[in-house]
């Protein structure tokens, strides 16, 4: 059975750091897409980040280019999204998921933003972030 548990979210003050682990298990840690979301309040949720097992290709939404970073590490079954220059308008439930179906392109696995894409999800951590 496949499984992803969030952790590191909680509370921080704008312009400080938080770095998140999506630790996967269930599953061979090869040949995916992984990807960050988050969902705020009364919005729907959006695909932020996203990694692709092969070469570690990774795709950023613009509201978070520059500021996150998503990483991971397949020997601890485990991906990251560091987060850095926090705002309030990062305050969220963060959510990571897996594509286990993923398409390859010239042997090299392309991730993808879209939720649709991705076959299993974790059950999100909070992320608040005051001014």
């Known amino acids: 059975e496949v499984q992803l548990v969030e952790s590191g979210g909680g509370s921080v003050q704008a312009g400080g750091s938080l770095r998140l682990s999506c630790a996967a298990s269930g599953f061979t840690f090869v040949n995916y897409a992984a990807g960050w979301f988050r969902q705020a309040p009364g919005k729907e949720r959006e695909g932020i980040a996203c990694?692709?097992?092969?070469?570690?290709?990774?795709y950023y939404a613009a509201s978070v280019k520059g500021r996150f970073t998503i990483s991971a590490d397949d020997a601890k079954n485990t991906v990251y999204l560091q987060m850095d220059s926090l705002t309030p308008e990062d305050t969220a439930v963060y959510y990571c998921?897996?594509?286990?179906?993923?398409?390859?392109?010239?042997?090299?696995?392309?991730?993808?933003?879209?939720?649709?894409?991705?076959?299993?999800w974790g059950k999100g951590t909070q992320v608040t972030v005051s001014s």
């Open positions: 990694i692709g097992s092969t070469d570690k290709s990774a």
């Open positions: 998921a897996v594509d286990l179906s993923v398409s390859k392109v010239n042997g090299i696995v392309i991730p993808d933003l879209a939720e649709k894409e991705y076959d299993y």
